[in-house]
């Protein structure tokens, strides 16, 4: 079955710590996002991706790192320069480039600081 | 001012009713409303998108688009408990940001039967 895997389900990270959070599709699609979700609101896009080896910054970039080698996987680094980073996290895929083209999303994954 | 303003809940209607959704947005460039359905603790999932103005309609649900007006709403009708879940608007601008989709906080919709 076609879709967007993210792992781990839930995470936790220590005070200092960089932890990364995976995301992969077998959609075949150009472009990717990384979405967080706080409790009572909505997604904040913090960095998308429209072609391998290339990303923009989202609204909320400061703290995260993220990389496209390759079109299947768009990784998430939380570094420690994030200081709130406890969130609901979320990973999306579209075909890239169309006006109504809709977003595919993984489960998600919880992070939490320990 | 957000870019996409949902409006407050939450929202509580009884089985069968019409349940109203509304989203205003500031950016008179962008393109494509969408509208995802998210349940407690799980991914959203696209339920409807319209680009014309107008209504747009698929089953039990109704989009209604007024650029005019900055105005996007959903309308779900003949409501069943199936339906509760938080409703996120988001809006996608013209080029050079064309792939960026900005969501609303969403309305958390409550059907009672």
């Known amino acids: 079955d076609g879709g967007i895997t993210q792992s781990p389900k839930y995470l936790f990270r220590k005070e200092g710590q960089n932890v990364t959070l995976s995301c992969e599709q077998n959609?075949?699609?150009?472009?990717m996002y990384w979405y967080r979700q706080d409790p009572g609101q909505g997604l904040r896009l913090i960095y998308y991706?429209?072609?391998?080896?290339?990303?923009q910054k989202g609204d909320i970039a400061e703290g995260y790192s993220v990389s496209r080698e390759k079109k299947e996987s768009f990784p998430l680094t939380v570094t420690s320069a994030q200081k709130n980073p406890t969130a609901f996290y979320l990973c999306?895929?579209?075909?890239?480039?169309?006006?109504?083209?809709?977003?595919?999303f993984g489960s998600g994954t919880q992070l939490s600081v320990l | 001012q957000k870019e996409v303003e949902q409006n407050s809940g939450p929202l509580s209607v009884p089985e069968g009713a019409i349940a109203s959704l509304n989203c205003t947005y500031s950016?008179?460039?962008?393109?494509?409303f969408f509208w995802y359905r998210q349940y407690s603790g799980k991914s959203p999932e696209l339920i409807m998108f319209?680009?014309?103005?107008g209504d747009k309609e698929d089953g039990r649900f109704t989009a209604q688009l007024n650029k005019a007006s900055q105005y996007v709403s959903l309308l779900i009708r003949d409501s069943q408990p199936s339906d509760s879940a938080t409703y996120l608007c988001?809006?996608?601008?013209?080029?050079?940001?064309?792939?960026?989709?900005?969501f609303g906080d969403g309305t958390t919709l409550t059907v009672k039967p």
């Open positions: 319209i680009y014309s103005n």
């Open positions: 988001a809006v996608k601008k013209v080029s050079p940001n064309a792939g960026k989709s900005t």
């Open positions: 999306a895929s579209s075909i890239g480039g169309l006006r109504d083209e809709k977003l595919f």
């Open positions: 959609l075949n699609h150009d472009a």
């Open positions: 950016d008179r460039g962008s393109q494509s």
């Open positions: 991706s429209q072609i391998v080896n290339d990303f």
